[in-house]
């Protein structure tokens, strides 16, 4: 791959990092050869920090470390686009894109927002306040009921009931999920540290 570092003054090049799987663009940062050496001898995005003036490997400091994946070269040779798959949230702000957007897959991250902001609820409003109200072991009780029932609807034909009860047992997992303190950052990260393995 050849990159032509002579077209900026300070002899990097933009790398644009895109979500491998979702292919969400996750964030932009600069790279000089040694950053795109170390990137591919460690397996983790390491950029050179214009304001650190040195090497610096995304999640260093926070854990949230960008799994490399590939790299492609534009049409000019000037930028990159390096996939990766990222260990939690990539911008330092916490969100999943250095644009404050979701990356947990559309709809998933907006309801786990909406699963926090209704936690405060009355319970005799809100159905995820009163099951949270009713404590962790009837929460996993009923993500228990909802496995059973998804179970149960596989081994039919019925499209519609399997994906609502698909759909149901995500929900009552996300609010489980919520109920211990995690969110789905948390698995996405055990989950890429394992596909590491």
């Known amino acids: 791959m050849k990159i032509d570092f002579s077209k900026y003054a300070n002899g990097l090049v933009p790398a644009i990092i895109q979500d491998a799987l979702t292919k ?5 940062g600069f790279m000089n050869q040694e950053a ?8 983790k995005v390491t950029f050179f920090s ?15 470390f960008l799994t490399f994946k590939s790299m492609q070269v534009d049409c000019d040779a000037d930028t990159l686009l390096i996939q990766a798959l990222p260990v939690g949230p990539v911008c330092h702000k916490g969100t ?21 902001a209704r936690k405060n609820a009355s319970p005799d409003s809100s159905y995820v306040a009163s099951l949270l109200a009713k404590g962790i072991n009837k929460i996993a009780q009923k993500v228990g009921e909802e496995a059973v029932e998804l179970v ?3 081994k039919d034909d019925n499209e519609n009931l399997f994906l609502d009860e698909a759909s149901d047992l995500l929900f009552h997992y996300l609010i489980l999920l919520h109920a211990k303190g995690y969110t789905l950052s948390d698995i996405k990260k055990v989950l890429a540290q394992r596909h590491k393995k």
């Open 152 to 154: 149960i609807e596989a």
């Open 36 to 43: 795109i050496d170390a990137t591919i001898k460690e397996n």
């Open 50 to 64: 214009r304001s650190k003036n040195r090497l610096w490997t995304k999640g260093e400091e926070s854990g949230n």
């Open 96 to 116: 999943d894109t250095c644009w404050g957007e979701s990356n947990e897959g559309d709809f998933l991250g907006q309801l786990e927002d909406i699963i926090e």
């Open 24 to 28: 969400n663009v996750l964030m932009l």
